[in-house]
């Protein structure tokens, strides 16, 4: 069945300090993998993509993903955190033609001075 | 560009009553729409895909007759949450992907129903 799965249901960085937020997959075709950031009472805002090509995607706010297959894994990193980053982040993918996705439970970021 | 907005952003009503929530796409035409419920602390649950002028499609476990949804035009798409109660109480986000089709869903910032 296809699934994604991030497993740490929150984290604690220190500002400045690097980050990794894991995400796995279980899909059975060439997947389209997204991350998305929530913040209070915002919505949902993209923060990048892999559809194909390089494995190693570029998104906003300095944030980028690397695309393993062989580990079906598309973990978001940061070099340094910023207090702005804090926030919940969802891994997702497109399933089907019909452009629906599977979303990851969702991994709080929390930010210590 | 890609906007994609949700009217009432909060809305509070008695148990028995009907709510409409709205999801408009501002600046470009939305062939599919999905709405989404999302609980306290948990992900996103796909409660139905709208396409344009056709019958939304639910999924399991979703009561179509509880939550109707309209997608009359590519830039409308209307969730009717019908007889509410206090279990319907969450957080609903639309979210819309434009003709261009290449996968992205944009997202509205959601409606809070709180259901007395």
């Known amino acids: 069945a296809q699934s994604v799965t991030q497993p740490d249901i929150h984290i604690t960085v220190s500002e400045g300090a690097s980050l990794e937020l894991r995400c796995n997959y279980s899909?059975?075709?060439?997947?389209?993998l997204f991350w998305y950031v929530q913040s209070p009472g915002q919505g949902l805002q993209l923060l990048l993509k892999?559809?194909?090509?390089d494995t190693l995607v570029q998104g906003i706010k300095g944030f980028e993903a690397e695309f393993k297959r062989s580990q079906s894994s598309f973990n978001l990193r940061k070099p340094s955190v910023h207090w702005s980053d804090a926030a919940e982040y969802f891994c997702a993918v497109g399933a089907g033609s019909n452009y629906q996705l599977i979303w990851g439970a969702g991994t709080k970021l929390i930010i210590k001075p | 560009g890609a906007v994609v907005s949700q009217h009432p952003s909060r809305v509070i009503c008695k148990s028995g009553t009907s709510v409409k929530i709205e999801c408009r796409s501002l600046?470009?035409?939305?062939?599919?729409m999905f709405w989404y419920r999302q609980f306290p602390k948990k992900s996103l649950m796909l409660m139905a895909t709208?396409?344009?002028?056709?019958?939304?499609?639910?999924e399991q476990g979703v009561e179509k007759d509880k939550f109707l949804i309209n997608h009359a035009s590519l830039t409308l798409s209307t969730l009717t949450v019908t007889s509410a109660h206090p279990e319907d109480s969450s957080f609903y986000i639309c979210?819309?992907?434009?003709?261009?089709?290449?996968?992205?869903?944009?997202f509205g910032p959601g409606t809070r129903l709180t259901v007395l």
């Open positions: 892999y559809f194909s090509g």
């Open positions: 899909y059975g075709a060439t997947p389209y």
């Open positions: 600046d470009f035409q939305a062939t599919t």
């Open positions: 709208s396409n344009e002028g056709s019958k939304a499609t639910y």
């Open positions: 979210s819309a992907i434009g003709l261009a089709g290449d996968n992205e869903q944009f």
